[in-house]
């Protein structure tokens, strides 16, 4: 069984509850869904850890509140049977994609197939064997102040750090990441495209 939370401060997209509700149509008897709501988000994920655990859930699914995706998105990243898996896509915030290889060096999914290891991918649309949780340092999430950066890591970005420390692997699922959006107020951010919702304008992307 799947446990599949949207962490979330006080809200969730009504385009991102929809997508939810049409995964849960397909996987029925095979899934359990709840928002976890809190103020820090590590915390809001080991409490999901914890409520799947209780569930008897084999894996866990993390959907963040502002994404767009098909309904068999997790069984899609469920055939790849992964460690931890999950889909790629645009930054809200910087012109950049969620997975990364190294510090420095992020992935592209732009005009990509299959699956590709990865230091971090980001938890937009996300699957994690609920095994892994046994083998990772504690904390499993954190957001320490990253003093080459000057600013504080991302939970997904501390998440594979752990997940690689104990000498396991994540992966990027590249066609999943084909048809996986990112909400960023009245656009969407597409693989390959940008959407504005309010008229449904749709304009190629610039990025690679």
Not at 30 to 52: C, F, N, R, T, Y
Not at 60 to 78: Q, Y
């Amino acid at each position: 069984m799947m446990y599949i939370i949207t962490p979330c401060g006080s809200s969730m997209s009504s385009k991102t509850y929809y997508d939810l509700l049409r995964v849960q149509s397909t996987m029925m008897s095979d899934v359990m869904m709840g928002p976890v709501m809190g103020s820090m988000h590590q915390d809001q994920l080991i409490l999901a850890v914890k409520e799947a655990r209780r569930s008897g859930a084999t894996h866990l699914g993390i959907v963040e509140h502002d994404m767009r995706f098909p309904p068999d998105a997790f069984h899609r990243l469920l055939a790849h049977n992964k460690p931890v898996i999950g889909a790629n896509y645009r930054q809200r915030q910087q012109d950049k994609w969620t997975a990364v290889k190294n510090r420095t060096t992020y992935v592209s999914s732009r005009n990509r197939t299959g699956i590709e290891p990865v230091l971090s991918v980001g938890m937009g649309v996300q699957l994690i064997d609920m095994a892994v949780f046994a083998k990772l340092n504690v904390p499993w999430w954190s957001a320490p102040f990253d003093t080459e950066e000057g600013r504080h890591m991302g939970v997904d970005v501390y998440f594979g750090h752990n997940v690689d420390a104990v000498g396991l692997t994540s992966w990027v699922d590249h066609d999943l990441s084909q048809d996986v959006g990112h909400i960023a107020g009245d656009i969407e951010l597409w693989c390959d495209k940008l959407v504005y919702t309010q008229t449904g304008e749709m304009v190629a992307a610039a990025w690679h």
